[in-house]
Nanobody
Framework: QVQLVESGGGLVQAGDSLRLSCVVSGRAFSSLVMGWFRQAPGKEREFLAAHWNGGFTRYVDSMKGRFGISRDNAKNTVYLEMGSLKPEDTAVYYC?????????????WGQGTRVTVSS
């Protein structure tokens, strides 16, 4: 059984930085494409970034330069570094994993970690 456990969320002020972590168990981490999504109150879940094992990354255009995704295969962990946080970044952030990076079917999800950015 694949499990994804996020951590690192919390209450921060606008302009702060935050790093989210997601630890994966139950599957060979290196075989997975890892991603980060978020869901703000009243909005649909949106894709933020993905990281393939070979180093390729993909970001939603609006987050380029402000968010960074990385992974540590030795620790079965994927990270999301977030900088210059804004109140509109307030959301529940979810870690996701799948085989191909499409995040459409066969996706494993974490339980989410809440990030609140105060103005």
């Amino acid at each position: 059984q694949v499990q994804l456990v996020e951590s690192g969320g919390g209450l921060v002020q606008a302009g702060d930085s935050l790093r989210l972590s997601c630890v994966v168990s139950g599957r060979a981490f290196s075989s997975l494409v890892m991603g980060w999504f978020r869901q703000a109150p009243g909005k649909e879940r949106e894709f933020l970034a993905a990281h393939w094992n070979g180093g390729f990354t993909r970001y939603v255009d609006s987050m380029k330069g402000r968010f960074g995704i990385s992974r540590d295969n030795a620790k079965n962990t994927v990270y999301l570094e977030m900088g210059s946080l804004k109140p509109e970044d307030t959301a529940v952030y979810y870690c996701a994993a799948d085989d191909y990076g499409t995040f459409t079917t066969g996706v494993y999800w974490g339980q989410g970690t809440r990030v609140t950015v105060s103005s």
